[in-house]
């Protein structure tokens, strides 16, 4: 065995035992080397699941944090190889003592210890996370039916509250990325807003958070939920947001610099994507669902045929094109684009976010016309509903 082999083992020897005897406080990854660029950290903890130890393993992304939580020797098991493969630095914090194993440029590792400094943290699974949103949201958090009176969320709606906060959080840093304008108020809308939890979020986001001047927009066909949300918008305060009556198609804005607009259903997201690129908006989030339009004319290669034979097969094939063809439109007309996982399966089918930042450089270039078309060739695609608004051709 080498010297380099054997520093790591010993590192390994030592975080397997801090986990075995009670002693271990955390693990922190970095300095990645795998083969997903968006990786930037793994951090592990323990906890308990159930009354059972296990540790949380957090792979944080440049968008998103993905945990998963093991009983001791599987969560061992699924560090060991990674440990000097896919991260070159690793931090062992244990209640006596701190191990650090370093890789340099050329892969050799370097083991180090230090005082331990910290205390064993709690390992309930359940401890409060620290949200964006304070405690002034809670009002309407309440009114609508997320939150009791006294803070805690309501039986049902668990799923609601950790998808309002997890939005709240994607939106802080596409905000950040965006080139957004400093000496005007910004000017968002929520398109298809529904009863306005992620209306609400998004103007406290801005307005509490961020202290950026924002009027937000929420745009809802049903009458009854635009007249509940603008009395719960006046009620608390809310000056800066307002609620309109109408549809996607039927929107038009002097002035746009967000544009929001979450499982608009089929079609109804392109048209809000295009009222987005249409007025020039600084950033464009989506979240689609139900992506019918492309399926029936769908002909991808023949090997694929068999299986998508199977219905489920048919329709995330389609989903997947519709989305794929609506990324890189939005390419073309000059947006950096990012394709993500909203919120975890677990809580909801209908998780693919798009989330397109407008770019000082070009836009409509024939490279990015030719990704478009040569997909559509590939799907055997025709017409499109992005494509149509953009008056993109796709059979040329």
Same mark, same amino acid.
């Given at each position: ?12 020897? #030592? ?5 075995? $005897? ?62 000097? *493969? ?43 996370? #620290? ?45 950040? $990325?965006? *080139? ?20 609400? *979020? ?22 009854? /939920?635009?007249? /509940? ?133 070009? *836009? ?24 149509? #608004? ?7």
């Amino acid at each position: 065995m080498t010297d380099e082999a054997i520093l790591r083992e010993q590192f390994l020897a #030592q975080l397997g035992a801090s986990v075995r $005897d009670g002693s271990f406080v955390r693990l922190t990854l970095g300095k990645p080397r795998g083969a997903d660029a968006t990786l930037r950290n793994l951090f592990a903890r323990p906890v308990e699941v159930r009354g059972a130890p296990h540790l949380s393993l957090v792979w944080r992304h440049e968008r998103q944090d993905i945990t998963k939580n093991f009983p001791p020797e599987d969560a061992l098991t699924t560090l060991a190889p990674l440990i000097g *493969a896919d991260f070159h630095s690793a931090h062992l914090f244990t209640t006596t003592r701190l191990a650090q194993l370093e890789y340099n440029k050329k892969g050799e590792p370097r083991l180090t210890y230090g005082p331990a400094g910290e205390e064993k943290p709690d390992p309930a699974h359940d401890r409060p996370k #620290q949200r964006l949103l304070t405690g002034e949201s809670q009002p309407w958090l309440q009114a609508l039916g997320v939150t009791t009176s006294t803070g805690s969320v309501r039986e049902g709606m668990a799923d609601k509250h950790r998808q309002i906060h997890k939005f709240v959080e994607i939106l802080s840093h596409l905000a950040a $990325d965006a *080139a957004l304008p400093s000496h005007r108020p910004l000017e968002i809308a929520d398109m298809g807003c529904g009863k306005g939890y992620l209306t609400f *979020a998004t103007s406290d986001y801005f307005n509490l958070v961020a202290a950026r001047a924002a009027h937000v927009r929420g745009i809802e066909a049903r009458p009854e /939920l635009v007249e /509940l949300c603008n009395r719960l918008a006046r009620e608390t305060g809310r000056a800066r947001l307002s609620f309109l009556p109408g549809t996607i198609e039927s929107a038009a804005f002097a002035t746009l610099d967000v544009l929001i607009a979450l499982h608009a259903c089929d079609t109804a997201t392109d048209d809000a994507i295009a009222k987005g690129v249409q007025a020039g908006a600084a950033l464009i989030v989506v979240a689609p669902c139900c992506q019918k339009e492309l399926r029936a004319q769908l002909h991808p290669a023949p090997v694929l045929a068999p299986a998508l034979a199977h219905g489920i097969f048919a329709e995330r094939h389609a989903e997947f094109a519709t989305d794929a063809l609506r990324a890189l439109l939005l390419e073309w007309a000059g947006y950096d684009t990012k394709v993500f996982e909203f919120i975890s399966t677990e809580h909801t089918a209908k998780n693919i976010m798009i989330a397109a930042t407008k770019r000082a450089g070009p *836009a409509r270039t024939e490279a990015d016309a030719r990704k478009v078309r040569e997909l559509a060739a590939f799907y055997g695609v025709k017409t499109q509903a992005l494509a149509r #608004q953009l008056y993109f051709d796709l059979g040329q």
